[in-house]
């Protein structure tokens, strides 16, 4: 067997894994966040100054919000758990120092400061938790499109064949909610109005570059004959066409509908398109082609899982805007966000109720064909990791109040508690030793599709170069890491020179 057919063959015919495991994994994102945080606080409490130095922050960065997921993901998946339980003892003895060191409330009590914090003003310009989640999305991506074809990487976490929950299937579905929550319909400012064709317009000026890019993966991979997994998408299709189609026929929909009815969009094209999947053909020509033996010829054949689960996606797509307005409505204080944080619980409760009624009475889940419970599944998912992330930010607020002066880049500022005296207000010297937001988040997130675009060349770089089904765990660590390590650093240099490589 030639080494393509063996890396084939290493990344197919897989079924996923539990949903608990997937549950227990989730949070490793935003503990690593809050890891970093905390770390920078205490750093701060230690110094009187914040971390000024670039390469030190970078360092910190890759650390503790790379080689965890890197190694939780390979060589300690059999013990993620206990990974999750390190990790959150490490956060709970961080949060303990430095509240008992705290400069602010030396001598109030745990109520009184947490009455304070309740209703302690936010600065409203953005909420960071959105951009935690999108960056997070692409670089656990990125990981993973490399990590998946070493043999550290446990095969339930790729991407199903047909049915299942792989860990690879809901980063895919995570990465078209991350983009819907900041489409440009949901960025409307209050009072703006446009012409109904404008956002499809700008959506089509905007969506380009994923076309361009589609095709250059298609022709590079037919070029120099690089293994296929023909059921993911198709013979010619890829996640670039994807993600372009869903973005455009998004903006279609919301130039014939009110963007507040997104949700019932999401709902109509969930449950029609799994009508015609159980009372159609279309499922039996999805899974097994026009000719019931896996027929390639055509267009349409050769790609039929590709164009049909665009329909799932942009019902995900289009859930995902409904929460990106909800997200954005004007809120200033912290309890406002304790209220989000309830009706995302509540949602997340429903959405599993509904997820364990259509894989009962419909079909389980499964991202080959995007059908009605993976779509449910990945919006349940999504909402109970941004609700994580969300949970981290209001943490990190509440202990850059306990410390005057502290900062932590991609965080939210707040204005001042309530009720803080005169002499706990942050003075204007302070507020200078804040660094600029030099970080890995707002680095990758400054250039996000060119980060997407070189993790998927180094991706094929690597196994033109590297026979990775057959590496031990060394090998496959160092590369891995190297592999993240230039990821990485690309990105901060960029942001170091403030380079921003986006012109559409």
């Known amino acids: 067997m030639s080494q393509q057919m063996a890396k084939k063959d290493f990344i197919s015919n897989l079924n996923g894994t539990t949903l608990l495991e997937i549950s227990v994994g989730l949070p490793l994102g935003p503990l690593c966040l809050l890891a970093r945080g905390l770390l920078l606080i205490l750093y701060f409490l230690h110094n009187g100054r914040p971390l000024r130095s670039i390469s030190s922050h970078f360092l910190l960065d890759f650390i503790v919000l790379i080689i965890p997921p890197v190694l939780s993901c390979t060589v300690l998946a059999p013990v993620l758990p206990w990974v999750m339980l390190s990790i959150t003892a490490f956060c709970a003895g961080l949060l303990l120092i430095i509240y008992n060191r705290r400069t602010n409330y030396a001598k109030a009590s745990l109520k009184q ?9 936010l600065k409203p310009e953005h909420v960071p938790s959105i951009t935690v989640f999108r960056v997070f999305v692409n670089v656990l991506t990125s990981i993973s499109i490399l990590a998946v074809d070493f043999p550290q990487y446990p095969r339930r976490y790729a991407k199903t064949e047909t049915y299942g929950t792989g860990v690879m299937d809901f980063g895919v579905g995570s990465f078209v909610f991350g983009n819907a929550v900041v489409c440009p319909e949901v960025r409307l400012k209050p009072g703006v109005s446009h012409h109904k064709g404008f956002y499809l317009m700008r959506q089509f000026l905007a969506v380009w570059p994923l076309f361009a890019l589609g095709l250059g993966r298609l022709m590079s991979i037919k070029t120099i004959d690089y293994y296929e997994h023909e059921s993911e998408y198709g013979v010619h299709w890829n996640f670039f066409f994807t993600l372009a189609v869903v973005r455009m026929a998004a903006s279609l929909f919301l130039t014939v509908f009110p963007v507040r009815k997104a949700w019932a969009i999401s709902l109509m094209l969930a449950l029609v398109y799994e009508c015609f999947l ?9 899974l097994h082609g026009s000719d019931g033996k896996n027929s390639r010829t055509g267009f349409l054949n050769a790609n039929r899982e590709g164009v049909f689960s665009v329909i799932g996606y ?4 289009m859930a995902s805007v409904q929460v990106g307005l909800y997200l954005l409505r004007k809120r200033s204080l912290v309890k406002d966000w304790f209220g989000v944080l309830h009706s995302f619980l509540w949602a997340i409760f429903l959405l ?3 997820l364990h009624i259509s894989q009962t009475y419909t079909d389980t889940v499964s991202r080959r064909m995007a059908n009605l419970s993976f779509c449910v599944w990945v919006v349940a998912y999504s909402l109970l990791l941004f609700s994580c992330f969300l949970v981290v930010d209001l943490v990190l607020v509440f202990t850059k109040l306990l410390v005057k002066g502290a900062s932590v880049p991609c965080s939210w500022n707040f204005m001042q508690a309530a009720v803080l005296s005169k002499k706990q207000e942050l003075q204007p ?3 200078r030793t804040i660094p600029r937001n030099i970080c890995l988040i707002d680095a990758v997130n400054k250039n996000q599709l060119l980060y997407f675009l070189q993790a998927n060349v180094l991706t094929g770089l690597v196994n033109m170069l590297v026979d990775t089904v057959h590496q031990n765990a060394l090998s496959a660590m160092l590369v891995l890491h190297l592999y993240m390590f230039t990821n990485c650093l690309s990105m901060y240099l960029l942001q170091a020179k403030n380079v921003i490589l986006k012109w559409w």
């Open 113 to 121: 400061i947490l009455s304070d914090f309740s209703g302690t003003t």
């Open 278 to 286: 159980d009372l159609t053909p279309l499922k039996a020509f999805i």
């Open 314 to 317: 942009l019902a995900i797509y």
């Open 352 to 354: 599993f109720i509904c």
């Open 429 to 431: 010297q302070d507020i």
